[in-house]
């Protein structure tokens, strides 16, 4: 159900990592935001987590748990706490959480990562990632949360590969899908940015070209992200003078990914709801 679709162990360095670092810090980046794939797998992790909170900048992890058990990790993380750890959660069962991200274990090593970083007083919070496989054991999840007494959101609506490709939409579990929020507006490339694996900044996690090499231009190629969002979030292709535009549920990249990967329109356009309601 990954929006990243095949993932690649690739990318930049430690020094690599600390030139990027380094450019966002001297950007004024303030909160940081470190996810994957897995980013506790990286052996550069340490490092690079430890220079980050040098610089100054407020922490979140987005991970699965499954290097939480790992002593060496979790003490890092007690050492200096991030401002907040988001973990996935894919299952409540054994049987259920290994089936989802086959892997077998899986749910053991994060039920005893989890169980440690509530002990730790770690800032967690959940998300239910809710699939055809785990649908029925929602409730369960659900109370998992609250027994722990930790904030939990639930993920059921997957969207495309920001290859545009379908791969995670038959995951869904058509019961669980909830209309999206109309969209109103987006300061992506304008207050915040992301930043891949190369150190290629983009105004988003789904809008990543055209994009902005951070390690050979520096703070200053930043400056262009803002014209890069302007002309992302032009209404285009099937979305040119559209009426209901106004009341959008996705951007205009989410739309792009949705459009290109062929989905049915009940899954991103307010036109599939209305043949759907019909």
């Given at each position: 159900?990954?929006?990243?679709?095949t993932?690649?162990?690739e990318?930049?360095?430690?020094?690599?990592k600390?030139?990027?670092?380094?450019?966002?810090?001297?950007?004024g980046?303030?909160?940081?935001q470190?996810?994957?794939?897995?980013?506790?797998?990286?052996?550069?992790?340490?490092?690079?987590y430890?220079?980050?909170?040098?610089l100054g900048m407020?922490?979140?992890l987005?991970?699965?748990?499954?290097?939480?058990?790992?002593a060496?990790?979790?003490?890092?993380?007690?050492?200096?706490?991030?401002?907040?750890?988001?973990?996935?959660?894919?299952?409540?069962?054994?049987?259920?959480?290994?089936?989802?991200t086959?892997n077998?274990?899986?749910?053991?090593?994060?039920?005893?990562?989890?169980?440690?970083?509530?002990?730790?007083?770690?800032?967690?919070?959940?998300?239910?990632?809710?699939?055809?496989?785990?649908?029925?054991?929602?409730?369960?999840?659900r109370?998992?949360?609250?027994?722990?007494?930790?904030?939990?959101?639930?993920?059921?609506n997957m969207?495309?590969?920001?290859?545009?490709?379908?791969?995670?939409?038959?995951?869904?579990?058509?019961e669980?899908?909830?209309?999206?929020?109309?969209?109103?507006?987006?300061?992506?490339?304008?207050?915040?940015?992301?930043?891949?694996?190369?150190?290629?900044?983009?105004?988003c996690?789904?809008?990543?070209?055209?994009?902005?090499?951070?390690?050979?231009?520096?703070?200053?190629?930043?400056?262009?992200?803002?014209g890069?969002?302007?002309?992302?979030m032009?209404?285009?292709?099937?979305?040119?003078?559209?009426?209901?535009?106004?009341?959008?549920?996705?951007?205009r990249?989410?739309?792009?990914v949705?459009?290109?990967?062929?989905?049915?329109?009940?899954?991103?356009?307010?036109h599939?709801?209305?043949?759907?309601?019909?």
């Amino acid at each position: 159900m990954c929006y990243l679709g095949t993932k690649r162990f690739e990318g930049l360095g430690m020094a690599g990592k600390r030139r990027l670092l380094e450019v966002m810090a001297e950007a004024g980046v303030i909160w940081l935001q470190i996810t994957g794939g897995e980013p506790l797998i990286d052996p550069a992790f340490p490092e690079a987590y430890r220079y980050a909170h040098e610089l100054g900048m407020q922490l979140e992890l987005l991970s699965n748990g499954s290097r939480l058990h790992k002593a060496s990790v979790l003490d890092l993380l007690v050492e200096l706490p991030p401002s907040k750890i988001s973990l996935s959660v894919y299952g409540a069962t054994a049987a259920t959480y290994d089936t989802v991200t086959r892997n077998r274990g899986a749910f053991d090593r994060f039920a005893e990562g989890l169980d440690r970083a509530v002990r730790a007083a770690l800032n967690i919070d959940l998300s239910l990632i809710i699939t055809r496989q785990n649908a029925h054991e929602a409730d369960a999840m659900r109370a998992w949360a609250k027994r722990l007494r930790l904030p939990f959101r639930e993920y059921a609506n997957m969207s495309p590969t920001i290859h545009g490709t379908a791969e995670p939409l038959p995951s869904q579990s058509p019961e669980h899908l909830t209309h999206r929020a109309p969209f109103t507006g987006c300061p992506a490339g304008v207050t915040f940015f992301h930043a891949d694996p190369f150190g290629r900044a983009s105004i988003c996690k789904v809008g990543r070209e055209p994009n902005v090499d951070l390690i050979t231009e520096g703070v200053e190629g930043l400056a262009r992200l803002g014209g890069i969002a302007a002309d992302l979030m032009l209404r285009t292709g099937g979305c040119t003078g559209c009426q209901l535009s106004g009341t959008c549920r996705v951007c205009r990249p989410m739309a792009k990914v949705f459009q290109e990967a062929k989905a049915p329109l009940s899954h991103y356009c307010q036109h599939g709801m209305q043949e759907v309601a019909r």
